[in-house]
Structures are given as C-alpha cells and as structure tokens.
C-alpha cells in the first residue's frame, strides 16, 4: 500500500471532519480512552473491595465512553471515507477496524455494566474492561503512527 504523504500546505491527508480547520476525531478521542482505562480500574477496585461505589464508576464511565466514543468513529469514519490517501495507509486500515472492534466490545461491556454490582464486574465487565484497554494500546499507537509519522489530519 502507498505510504505517501504531503506536508502541509497541500497535504492530502488533511481531516475531512473539521470544527474551524481543527479535526474533531483527535479531539473527542481522549474522552472515551480515559473512560475506557478508568472502567478498567474502577472494575479492578471493585474487583478487590466489591464496594458497590466503583461498580457505579463503571457504569458511568463506560457509558459516557461509548457515546462519546462513536461520535469519534462518525468523525473518523468520515475521515477515512472520504480520503483515499488515508484509506492507503495500513495503520489508518488497522486504526479503523481495531477501534471498531473496540466499541463493539465496550458497548457489549456498558450492557453487562447495567448488571447489579457484582454480575456487572465479575468476571465478564472486568474482562471486557481488560480486552478493551489492551486493543486501545495497539489502535492508539496505530493513531501515532497516523498523526507523527505520515501527519494524517494536517491542515
């Protein structure tokens, strides 16, 4: 595949989805990561202490990161539709269909997470909660590779 980029001006990797010549995919993807990653630890204290307050963490936190996290894929998906030079690119290729599988998997976690305390952790939350974290390690080093080694969303 062609790993072949322009800097800006003229860079053919510039964001489609745009707020003011800002992409809105790298703005809104912080939100469901940190949710993501704080489901995992708070489904791990609960784990540890089964103090109903962290299965209630849990919930709010993987809800809030699956909402946000598919407005993120919308802006994405919008990226990588409507650029064929993103297309190109197998990091934007395994950066796309890692964070799908990811949503997927974290929304099957916010129905188990509607559970009473424990059935919403253990094992199944908790599980999800640690496959999750482990492919957002993978996608969010393919999303570097995107932004600092081929500058995928410049202006």
Do not use: K
Not at 13 to 41: E, N, Y
Not at 64 to 91: E, H, T, Y
Not at 132 to 151: D, F, H, I, P, S
């Amino acid at each position: 595949m062609a790993q072949n980029t322009y800097d800006a001006p003229g860079n053919r990797l510039a964001s489609t989805a745009r707020i003011a010549a800002h992409p809105i995919h790298p703005m809104l993807v912080p939100i469901p990561i940190a949710c993501f990653v704080g489901t995992l630890l708070t489904d791990i204290a609960y784990a540890m202490t089964a103090e109903m307050t962290w299965s209630n963490f849990s919930a709010w936190l993987i809800s809030v990161g699956v909402v946000i996290g598919w407005l993120a894929a919308i802006a994405g998906a919008i990226d990588f539709f409507a650029n064929r030079a993103i297309r190109n690119l197998s990091a934007a290729i395994i950066h796309a269909v890692g964070n799908l599988v990811v949503l997927v998997l974290a929304t099957l976690n916010m129905l188990v997470h509607t559970h009473d305390a424990w059935t919403s952790v253990m094992p199944w939350g908790l599980t999800l909660s640690a496959i999750t974290v482990a492919l957002l390690l993978v996608t969010g080093w393919m999303g570097w590779a995107m932004v600092y080694r081929y500058r995928v969303g410049g202006a």
